[in-house]
């Protein structure tokens, strides 16, 4: 690892357009820059929130303290202009290394983030790695109000509440309004949903992983070169076991990004699942130590290692840190840790608050089943290596907690999963498809789609051609534009209304009118997708292969979300197994024999 040869404190920008309004863009404006400047690996880059919440007005802390030197800046608004005026200080005695003024427009806003990081890293007399900061450029936006929707979206999403999440999700729904598209759009809906799934709608574990899930994977397709977007890719596949997909994501993440601390923390806590806790240990570290005014969810991964490691005494102090809102099986660990401590009395106390916890925001209310809060933990908790799992379980069985007296199977991995051997099926009979997978057998009307997955499940591991898939041949595409200045608007105004109907479904939890609104949704934003090239402009209608892709990936994604209703473990597998585009693949993690 390189060594770090400087620091760079940044430090909220002023608004100065007399408009309190404008404060987010001022906020975002600086964070978008500390994150370019993350990128470069030589380079401790302490956050705005950190120097926000320190106070570097305040005599009693020294920005020395946190860098060797600080970056301030002023934001002044004017219609579609921006002025920002940066200054970059020695944090020592104020000594002014470098100044300058830039006029933004909505064309040059990324140029120019990119610019005054470029330019405060060769002032530090940083070696800049052009390739990395080029990989991290996005394109040209058509107007300053997809930036503004960006900034407020994730400004709410900050709040960590539901009600904040789904005004996120209107932000960058808008955005997506305006540029189909804009990859940080789909990473600000993944990260929406992914705060429901992670933190919060237990009741809706489900589809929100299914929809965080998809974004993520939508927004890399755009952009795969966002680092928040390959982490949170990360820690869904290792929800859903794929260990060694789920750390290639994590590794990437890091590599995009070294000092972004929120990547850290993720990062640290899927270190911590995949066995390496000591790693986990110092990425939490690091984060900290880059954002010392740092939520108190960033102590989650070292508590995690410091559980997996058998520090115990360490983990229950830092254990308590972490708020029990965010993490409701928090008090689980602490009540395993205090109890392979030998303090069983407080063991049964936090084990306590844990089954409180869990009755309210879990199960509602309702009495548990027998061994249900052993299992619960158990799958929320992807340890990879079985020896973590149990000791997990041991601890708690130590501190009292239950296992159903009924299962016969001792070992820390919960029934629902683990895989049952047996056929796997995927046939045609007439008018309806024969699936069978894990032991369940279902019967489902035919679709298009159907015969498209079975023709890749037949070759997994071989790249199949969309024009192949659609039975049709390659021919020069027409000039005519896809869509006409009436058509667009009649799409745009669908788009809001599905929107709405998506919003008022999630909120009366209709999931199956959610589910029918997303799929015409998903089905529009693929094609004006297609249809809009850099800067909203409308593009010719293409090739054939584009036209064979576009509907061979709908007609595909379509079956397996039917599938997923009628059988939800064939549907899982299917969903990590296919992948679609110009090239469709079937490539499980672990083979399947296919009848």
């Known amino acids: ?198 933190c919060q709608a237990w009741y809706k574990w489900d589809e929100t992983e299914r929809q965080a899930y998809h974004y993520a994977e939508r927004a890399a397709r755009l952009d795969d070169s966002d680092a928040i977007v390959q982490v949170v890719l990360g820690r869904i596949l290792l929800y859903r076991r794929q260990f060694d997909e789920a750390a290639y994501h994590v590794e990437r993440a890091l590599s995009l990004n070294p000092n ?48 997996v490691l058998g520090r115990d005494p360490e983990m229950i102090a830092l254990g308590s840190q972490v708020p029990i809102t965010m993490f409701v099986d928090i008090p689980a660990f602490l009540a395993a840790s205090t109890a392979l401590a030998g303090d069983l009395e407080r063991a049964r106390s936090y084990l306590a608050r844990f089954l409180v916890g869990f009755g309210e925001r879990v199960i509602y209310g309702r009495a548990p089943e027998p061994g249900e809060p052993l299992r619960w933990l158990l799958h929320i908790n992807p340890f990879r290596r079985e020896a973590d799992a149990e000791r997990l379980a041991r601890g708690l069985r130590l501190a009292g907690l239950e296992d159903d007296p009924d299962d016969e199977r001792p070992e820390a991995v919960p029934r629902p999963l683990v895989r049952k051997t047996g056929a796997a099926r995927f046939q045609a ?57 009436r058509a667009n608007r009649e799409v745009r105004e669908r788009l809001r209304e599905l929107q709405q109907e998506i919003e008022d479904a999630d909120a009366a939890y209709d999931l199956a009118r959610a589910d029918r609104a997303r799929e015409e949704l998903d089905r529009i934003v693929e094609v004006m997708a297609g249809a809009f090239g850099l800067g909203g402009r409308s593009r010719a209608l293409g090739s054939a292969a584009e036209r064979a892709r576009s509907a061979v990936t709908w007609r595909i994604r379509n079956a397996i979300k039917k599938i997923v209703r009628a059988h939800p473990r064939l549907g899982r597998h299917l969903e990590n197994s296919i992948r679609t585009g110009t090239f469709c693949l079937y490539q499980p993690e672990t083979a399947v024999q296919w009848d």
């Open 1 to 198: 690892m390189a060594a770090i040869a400087a620091s760079v404190a940044l430090a909220p920008f002023d608004n100065l357009s007399g408009d309190p309004g404008q404060d987010v863009l001022a906020r975002g404006f600086v964070e978008d820059i500390a994150s370019a400047l993350s990128r470069f690996g030589t380079l401790e880059v302490v956050y705005p929130r950190a120097t926000a919440t320190a106070g570097l007005a305040d005599a009693a802390v020294s920005p020395a303290s946190m860098a060797t030197t600080v970056l301030r800046g002023s934001v002044r608004r004017a219609g579609d202009v921006i002025r920002i005026a940066v200054q970059l200080l020695d944090a020592q005695g104020g000594r002014q290394i470098w100044a300058d003024r830039y006029d933004v427009t909505a064309g040059n806003l990324f140029d120019v983030q990119d610019e005054i990081a470029e330019r405060i890293a060769s002032a530090l007399a940083i070696g800049v790695d052009r390739t990395r900061l080029a990989a991290a450029r996005q394109a040209p936006l058509p107007s300053l109000e997809i930036y503004d929707c960006w900034l407020r979206g994730c400004d709410c999403l900050q709040r960590g509440t539901v009600e904040a999440d789904l005004e996120a999700r209107r932000f960058f729904q808008r955005a997506l309004e305006c540029n189909p598209a804009f990859a940080r759009a789909y990473a600000g809906l993944s990260l929406s949903y992914f705060n429901d799934w992670s």
């Open 260 to 307: 972004d601390t929120d990547v850290l923390v993720h990062a640290g806590l899927c270190k911590a699942y995949l066995g390496d806790a000591e790693a986990a240990l110092e990425l939490s570290r690091k984060a900290m130590r880059l954002n010392p005014a740092y939520p108190p969810w960033y102590t989650a991964p070292a508590a995690c290692g410091l559980f």
């Open 429 to 485: 009979n007439g008018d309806t498809w024969s699936l069978e997978f894990d032991g369940l057998s279902v019967q489902l009307t035919s679709q298009k789609g159907f015969n498209d997955i079975a023709r890749l499940l037949r070759q997994p591991g071989v790249d199949m051609h969309c024009l192949e898939l659609a039975d049709r041949p390659a021919e020069p595409g027409e000039d005519a534009p896809v869509l006409d200045a």
